[in-house]
């Protein structure tokens, strides 16, 4: 590889469990494809703040990972994609989307009640402005917390009695084995997830040609192009609009006149006030190929609709 030291390949990790176990998969999947890889852990801004992610900014569980790429510390990083900013990084390139862990939200609550049968004034923890703003439009008199931290700190919190439920990514569950915690997992009708929620993003130096094509072997071309699409709505609706953005895409199946079977790109997307006193709802369905215009062309219509109207406080 070029400007890569002898060895294994090494990744760039967060240090969390759910990060480790993340890159764990994919030095894995190298190392049984013939190219022995190795995880590097790098500490981050997210890692050394407890406030909210809204506060203080997009990139920060990613940064330091990119900056570590940049000086060739690491030939490979992992990231959750949700959290890379949807402008792209100037020598770097994101050569492997690989298939997608299941995208929805998930509640954890005590005594196993799922969101309707919380009683008003439950406490909900999340710090994620898309969730709160959804939650909210439900109308279910929920008290949402403020939440940080590792989905263990953030379970314990249930545990403890702190809170009565919360609610978190249920891809993260799943990769640490604590998918049997999950009481309830939204549908997107209810809750749509993040862009890009449950993908992970494996990135190199755009110039090393020979580790683009390794990688290229654990890309998943549907996972890719719904990616494509959740992001492309982030990235328009980024410049015209503030309030939280909820996204999320699939390749389905289509039948023709003629009775052919062809697969399609199905889009949903949703901007909501914080305060939860407006929803706008969008979808979209077209050629896969075309999966970043298709959502760029969906968030035209939000904004068509008022989403630049609903500012978050």
Do not use: W
Not at 40 to 57: F, L, Y
Not at 185 to 211: H, K, M, T, W, Y
Not at 292 to 311: N, P, R, S, T
Request: with cysteine; charged share 25%.
């Amino acid at each position: 590889m070029s400007g890569a030291t002898p060895g294994p390949i090494r990744i760039g990790t967060r240090g969390s469990l759910l990060a480790t176990t993340q890159a764990q998969t994919i030095a894995d999947a190298l190392t049984e494809a013939g190219h022995p890889a190795e995880l590097v852990i790098i500490r981050t801004a997210g890692d050394d703040s407890a406030a909210p992610v809204a506060e203080i900014g997009v990139g920060v569980f990613t940064t330091a990972i990119r900056i570590a790429l940049h000086n060739r510390e690491v030939d490979v990083a992992v990231h959750s994609y949700k959290d890379l900013p949807t402008a792209d990084e100037p020598g770097l390139y994101i050569a492997a989307v690989p298939p997608r862990e299941d995208p929805r939200d998930a509640l954890v609550s005590r005594d196993n009640m799922v969101l309707g049968e919380l009683p008003p004034g439950s406490t909900i923890g999340t710090s994620a402005p898309r969730r709160v703003a959804q939650l909210r439009a439900l109308g279910l008199g929920l008290e949402i917390r403020p939440l940080r931290g590792n989905l263990d700190s953030r379970l314990g919190k249930v545990a403890s009695g702190e809170l009565d439920a919360v609610v978190v990514a249920r891809a993260g569950l799943v990769r640490i084995g604590r998918a049997d915690e999950v009481t309830e997992s939204f549908d997107p009708v209810v809750l749509l997830p993040a862009p890009a929620q449950g993908a992970l993003a494996v990135e190199c130096r755009s110039d090393d040609a020979q580790l683009v094509r390794i990688l290229a072997e654990l890309d998943d071309e549907s996972t890719r192009a719904a990616i494509d699409a959740e992001r492309a709505v982030l990235a328009a609706l980024e410049a015209g609009c503030t309030a939280p953005i909820g996204a999320i895409a699939e390749v389905v199946e289509s039948i023709d006149d003629d009775g052919r079977i062809f697969a399609e790109l199905s889009l949903r997307a949703a901007v909501a006030a914080e305060d939860g006193s407006d929803v706008i709802r969008a979808s979209v369905v077209g050629p896969v190929d075309r999966a970043a215009q298709l959502g760029a062309d969906l968030a035209a219509e939000l904004l068509e609709l008022g989403a630049g109207d609903l500012v978050t406080p």
